[in-house]
Every structure is written in C-alpha cells, then in structure tokens.
C-alpha cells in the first residue's frame, strides 16, 4: 500500500462495499411458504423474510412448529435462498427465547417494529415500539445486547404519528447497528 492509500492497482477509499441483494419482504396472507417456494422455482431471490411470528410470554413455549418456517429445518436443502424469520413481540426476553432457537438454521432474524394494527399496537408491539425514541432504544438495545448485531435486522416505520421522529429513531439504529433495516415508507398512523 502507498501513501494515497491504493493496493495492487486499485483505491482504497476507507469505506465498506455492500453486496446488494434482492429478496421476498414480509406479507402477512401472501409470503406464506407455497408462495416463497413458487417464487424460489420461477426466480433467483437471495432470500425471503417470513411473515411476522407475535411472540407473546406464552406462545410458543419453548420452540417453534416446524410449520412456520420448514426452510429452516426439513427444507432447507431445498430451497435456493436463505430465510429470514420474522417474529413480533413486546418484551425482549420473550423475543430472543424464541430468536435463539431460530439462529440455529438462519443467519438472523428480523424483529418487526412497524406493523400498525390496532390490536398489535395496543399490546404494545409493532409500530407501539416506535410511540418513543428511549422506548424503541431500550427495546433494539436489548435485542443487540443479547443476540448480536449481525444476529439480528429491524423492521419499521418512519416514526409512530409524524415523520419527523424518523431521524431519532434512525439514530437508535445506528447506534446499535443491526445487519439489516427495512423501512416501511409511512408512519404508523398512515397505516397502510
């Protein structure tokens, strides 16, 4: 390497190069598994996101039906991209229980944080989570801190009732740099 900082013929610029990748989002009623795997016959996506799991204190218990995501288990020889499972909830530790037993036939997984519904937000989970910047901090920074960062994407809105909470609310996830960001364009107040 030179002082202008190039190797073997090429610049060295400090800054990470991203692989893009095109893949299935979520869509609760759609993505289901006939759907990913007619998508995986008919094109190449590098991966599919599963429709959310809400995870709750009581459900499930200890693992999930090898119905939800048979990718990750009895078809994942099959399939030519990698799943990412999706679950929802609004307590951390019910969430990573379930994350970690998942994490053993995926790369990550991808908490929601933007559905709007009103009878997931008034459990307080989906868009719920976004009401506040230190709520949405204390709930992604516990994530992070118990799986990993790269163990782990979000899914969200641009802000809870305006859009000007976006910039807050990307700077929580910055600060705890999760693998992947999915950005549902309206806040949750615009629903869909």
């Known amino acids: 390497e030179d002082e202008r900082g190039k190797m073997d013929g090429e610049t060295h610029t400090g800054a990470q190069e991203h692989e893009l990748s095109a893949g299935l989002a979520p869509m609760e009623g759609v993505g289901d598994l006939p759907f990913r795997l007619w998508?995986?016959?008919?094109?190449?996506?590098?991966?599919?996101?599963?429709?959310f799991l809400r995870v709750t204190k009581d459900y499930p218990?200890?693992?999930?039906?090898?119905?939800?995501?048979?990718?990750?288990?009895?078809?994942?020889?099959?399939v030519n991209y990698s799943l990412v499972p999706?679950?929802?909830?609004?307590?951390?530790?019910?969430?990573?229980?379930?994350?970690e037993g998942l994490l053993a036939h995926a790369h990550f997984v991808d908490f929601n944080c933007g559905c709007p519904s009103p009878t997931v937000v008034g459990n307080g989970a989906g868009s719920a989570l976004l009401e506040t910047v230190p709520k949405f901090d204390a709930f992604v920074g516990g994530?992070?801190?118990?799986?990993?960062?790269?163990?782990?994407?979000?899914?969200?809105?641009?802000?809870?009732?305006?859009?000007?909470?976006?910039?807050?609310l990307l700077g929580v996830v910055a600060k705890h740099a999760p693998r992947r960001l999915t950005v549902h364009g309206r806040t949750r107040v615009q629903r869909y």
């Open 39 to 51: 998508i995986s016959q008919t094109s190449a996506p590098a991966f599919a996101i599963t429709p």
């Open 61 to 78: 218990l200890r693992r999930v039906a090898a119905t939800y995501a048979p990718e990750t288990a009895l078809l994942r020889f099959s």
């Open 86 to 99: 999706q679950l929802m909830g609004e307590y951390g530790p019910d969430l990573v229980r379930i994350a």
């Open 143 to 168: 994530l992070a801190g118990a799986l990993g960062p790269d163990r782990m994407s979000i899914k969200m809105r641009t802000g809870f009732s305006i859009g000007e909470e976006f910039e807050d």
